[in-house]
């Protein structure tokens, strides 16, 4: 026990639990949003969208301080989601071979990057690959409070426009006849969204980090029937699986840290799927009789009802 | 442009030379439509005659080629606030985490704007809204849990909820039980008598003259509009459906 309390005091260990925890609140978060409007793929497409990114503001400024390839990371993320958005307005191309044909041109664009800088085989070079898969370790201190501070902006903004973004998942069209400029409300969510992939891509990397975003929402909406609930459960969900896939890859050597989170998170979700109650798989088994008898019961209150 | 003095003033709707065309496919054609205050007026038609693109395009939700509408004699735009709009029950996921009254308060949200949350007021009236459709039992209901009649009475308390004086609704009849049915004539008739002009997209030939008082009749171009009596003739009806006229004379089920 005062073993692990000494683990616990571990710099390192503390930094890391803690960013990764920050990024499953985050995601958590914005996560649900998109699955709830059934994009649960875009944060695949914005999450790779986000290498080219790291790839350019490392050769224009010839640093690897984080904060300045999570800016470029920010910046081609966000062009990602203009050219997804464009080629589905303009073309006849539907929207899941859009999110393919993006996700593809940036993703490439990016290895083809990658290869390029490591081939000119400079010193400063070691570590963008880590942006791929993550690499929790490298986080110091200052990093953590950048997300830290990504983060408290990104939630503010859902805190903010809460039920602008609420409408816009449930019923875009009312919105629209109600005056709000769906396209810009999209946009404005989606930008929201791209802080929160910025704030995983050192731990998680880019490309398991459209799991941060879709698990934990798909988890917590197994255990509630409303959104406020579904919020604070999915960033429950995302800290948990943050915190403890970061402690399970540093209490053993050579465990990355990015995949274990994703296993954890994989862990509670396929608990929520299975033991919810009323959702989950193994209530639903139990209960299908039930709830065929219940049903009429149920027409009938509403005839009783007016 | 609280006058309720029926006929007075601007009609609740007037709609000229109004094309609209999805990509290359023109939906509907030079449609000049007035309909006066305080009517209960049904737009029937076959499948893809452009009655939703018209509601739409009436709402400034579809880009039109060519045309002006205009409400209570001025643009949609400056209009909005008396416009409420209950769209298709199917055209919304059922299954998102929210409850009856949550989806009702959002009738609120035009007047509140952006970033302002509804208060113990907008609750007040929304509970109001859902009492008028029989629904206060189910305030709470997660939305999924309720009924296909349920579901469109939670549309229309929602629409009830914007407090305006047109109201654009999709299909309030479809998929909806005979009791929902009742309850949504009664809605409309009560609606009507309080001044309100109601525009609905309707599918039932039956019962589109027990229920409605004026009728547009829309194949692509604006058949007929007019009075229900005068307008909703057999002649009318076979130049609408071309030779495939859903219900001859005395088919189909009788009223409930």
Same mark, same amino acid.
């Given at each position: 026990?005062?073993?692990?309390?000494?683990?616990?005091?571990?710099?390192?260990?503390?930094?890391?639990?803690?960013?990764?925890?920050?990024?499953?609140?985050?995601?958590?978060?914005?996560?649900?949003?998109?699955?709830?409007?059934?994009?649960?793929?875009? =944060?695949?497409?914005?999450?790779?969208?986000?290498?080219?990114?790291?790839?350019?503001?490392?050769?224009?400024?010839?640093?690897?301080?984080?904060?300045?390839?999570?800016?470029?990371?920010?910046?081609?993320?966000?062009?990602?989601?203009?050219?997804?958005?464009?080629?589905?307005?303009?073309?006849?191309?539907?929207?899941?071979?859009?999110?393919?044909?993006?996700?593809?041109?940036?993703?490439?664009? =990016?290895?083809?990057?990658?290869?390029?800088?490591?081939? !000119?085989?400079?010193?400063?070079?070691?570590?963008?690959?880590?942006?791929?898969? #993550?690499?929790?370790?490298?986080?110091?201190?200052?990093?953590?409070?950048?997300?830290?501070?990504?983060?408290?902006?990104?939630?503010?903004?859902?805190?903010?426009?809460?039920?602008?973004?609420?409408?816009?998942?449930?019923?875009?069209?009312?919105?629209?006849?109600? #005056?709000?400029?769906?396209?810009?409300?999209?946009?404005?969510?989606?930008?929201?969204?791209?802080?929160?992939?910025?704030?995983?891509?050192?731990?998680?990397?880019?490309?398991?980090?459209?799991?941060?975003?879709?698990?934990?929402?798909?988890?917590? !909406?197994?255990?509630?029937?409303?959104?406020?609930?579904?919020?604070?459960?999915?960033?429950?969900?995302?800290?948990?699986?943050?915190?403890?896939?970061?402690?399970?890859?540093?209490?053993?050597? !050579?465990?990355?840290?990015?995949?274990?989170?994703?296993?954890?998170?994989?862990?509670?979700?396929?608990?929520?799927?299975?033991?919810?109650?009323?959702?989950?798989?193994?209530?639903?088994?139990?209960?299908? !009789?039930?709830?065929?008898?219940?049903?009429?019961?149920?027409?009938?209150?509403?005839?009783?009802?007016? | 442009?609280?006058?309720?003095?029926?006929?007075?003033?601007?009609?609740?709707?007037?709609?000229?030379?109004?094309?609209?065309?999805?990509?290359?496919?023109?939906?509907?054609?030079?449609?000049?439509?007035?309909?006066?205050?305080?009517?209960?007026?049904?737009?029937?038609?076959?499948?893809?005659?452009?009655?939703?693109?018209? $509601?739409?395009?009436?709402?400034?939700?579809?880009?039109?080629?060519?045309?002006?509408?205009? $409400?209570?004699?001025?643009?949609?735009?400056?209009?909005?606030?008396?416009?409420?709009?209950?769209?298709?029950?199917?055209?919304?996921?059922?299954?998102?985490?929210?409850? &009856?009254?949550?989806?009702?308060?959002?009738?609120?949200?035009?007047?509140?704007?952006?970033?302002?949350?509804?208060?113990?007021?907008?609750?007040?009236?929304?509970?109001?809204?859902?009492?008028?459709?029989?629904?206060?039992?189910?305030?709470?209901?997660?939305?999924?849990?309720?009924?296909?009649?349920?579901?469109?009475?939670?549309?229309?308390?929602?629409?009830? &909820?914007?407090?305006?004086?047109?109201?654009?609704?999709?299909?309030?009849?479809?998929?909806?039980?005979?009791?929902?049915?009742?309850? $949504?004539?009664?809605?409309?008739?009560?609606?009507?008598?309080?001044?309100?002009?109601?525009?609905?997209?309707?599918?039932?030939?039956?019962?589109?003259?027990?229920?409605?008082?004026?009728?547009?009749?829309?194949?692509?171009?604006?058949?007929?509009?007019?009075?229900?009596?005068?307008?909703?003739?057999?002649?009318?009806?076979?130049?609408?459906?071309?030779?495939?006229?859903?219900?001859?004379?005395?088919?189909?089920?009788?009223?409930?």
């Amino acid at each position: 026990m005062s073993a692990f309390v000494e683990f616990l005091g571990d710099y390192t260990l503390r930094t890391v639990a803690l960013g990764s925890a920050l990024l499953g609140v985050t995601s958590g978060v914005l996560g649900s949003f998109a699955v709830l409007r059934r994009q649960g793929l875009l =944060g695949d497409v914005l999450s790779h969208a986000a290498l080219p990114g790291v790839c350019l503001a490392f050769l224009l400024t010839g640093t690897r301080t984080p904060a300045v390839l999570l800016a470029g990371a920010a910046v081609s993320c966000w062009l990602g989601a203009a050219a997804l958005f464009r080629v589905v307005e303009e073309t006849r191309i539907s929207e899941d071979s859009a999110m393919g044909i993006v996700l593809s041109v940036f993703f490439g664009f =990016g290895i083809v990057l990658l290869t390029f800088i490591s081939k !000119r085989g400079d010193a400063a070079q070691a570590g963008l690959s880590t942006y791929l898969f #993550g690499q929790a370790a490298t986080l110091v201190w200052e990093n953590v409070v950048t997300m830290a501070v990504l983060g408290v902006i990104a939630i503010a903004a859902v805190a903010l426009w809460y039920k602008e973004f609420k409408l816009l998942a449930f019923d875009p069209e009312f919105a629209t006849s109600l #005056g709000y400029n769906t396209r810009r409300l999209g946009l404005l969510l989606t930008s929201v969204t791209v802080v929160a992939i910025v704030i995983g891509l050192q731990t998680v990397g880019v490309v398991l980090m459209a799991a941060m975003l879709v698990g934990p929402a798909v988890a917590a !909406r197994q255990w509630t029937s409303r959104l406020g609930r579904m919020l604070a459960i999915a960033a429950a969900v995302g800290a948990l699986a943050g915190l403890s896939g970061a402690l399970i890859s540093m209490s053993q050597p !050579r465990l990355p840290t990015g995949p274990m989170i994703i296993l954890s998170l994989t862990a509670l979700v396929l608990v929520s799927l299975l033991f919810a109650p009323e959702r989950g798989l193994f209530w639903d088994r139990r209960c299908r !009789r039930g709830r065929r008898l219940r049903r009429p019961a149920a027409d009938t209150a509403e005839e009783g009802a007016p | 442009m609280s006058s309720r003095d029926g006929a007075a003033g601007p009609p609740a709707l007037a709609i000229r030379d109004l094309t609209v065309a999805y990509r290359d496919k023109p939906v509907l054609w030079d449609v000049d439509l007035t309909l006066p205050r305080g009517m209960l007026t049904a737009i029937i038609g076959p499948n893809g005659a452009g009655k939703t693109t018209l $509601i739409k395009a009436a709402m400034d939700m579809v880009p039109t080629v060519a045309g002006t509408v205009e $409400i209570f004699g001025r643009p949609y735009r400056e209009q909005r606030r008396l416009v409420g709009y209950v769209p298709q029950r199917t055209s919304v996921d059922w299954d998102f985490p929210t409850d &009856a009254l949550d989806v009702v308060l959002m009738g609120t949200y035009g007047e509140l704007g952006w970033v302002r949350r509804p208060g113990r007021a907008q609750v007040a009236r929304a509970m109001r809204c859902l009492e008028q459709v029989g629904m206060t039992a189910f305030a709470r209901r997660q939305i999924s849990q309720l009924s296909g009649g349920q579901q469109q009475r939670v549309f229309l308390a929602r629409a009830l &909820a914007q407090d305006a004086e047109l109201y654009f609704m999709d299909e309030p009849f479809a998929g909806v039980d005979a009791t929902t049915e009742r309850a $949504i004539v009664e809605l409309l008739k009560t609606l009507r008598a309080r001044g309100k002009t109601l525009v609905c997209v309707h599918h039932d030939l039956q019962s589109a003259p027990d229920y409605f008082d004026w009728v547009a009749l829309l194949n692509g171009r604006l058949i007929a509009a007019g009075p229900m009596a005068q307008t909703f003739t057999e002649e009318n009806l076979v130049r609408t459906y071309g030779g495939r006229l859903p219900l001859p004379a005395g088919a189909g089920a009788a009223p409930a």
